[in-house]
């Protein structure tokens, strides 16, 4: 039987494999957040494509968000990506 938190660690993994995805987390790796324009200007990546892989990297736990006024800022969640490394090795 394979436990919740290997189930967990593969959806990150799937999740991260995406090329864009991973631009996304390796952008906001050591930043404490970042708006999304910033964002897309930074990667260079179409605003409904941006929006569907922040969603899904939201939903799967990694990313955190907050809105300030019009602008909504990107974090990465502190657990999931050492979870899922840790688990690697």
Known sequence: MI???TDQV???LKTI???NRMRIVLALAGQSHMRVATLQEQLQIE???LSHHLTKLKDTGI???KRQG???NYSLLDAALPLALKALL
Do not use: F, Q, V, W
């Open 3 to 5: 436990d919740s938190k």
């Open 10 to 12: 593969a959806e990150i």
């Open 17 to 19: 494999g995406h090329p």
């Open 47 to 49: 605003p409904s494509l």
């Open 63 to 65: 990313l955190a968000s």
């Open 70 to 72: 019009k602008d909504i």
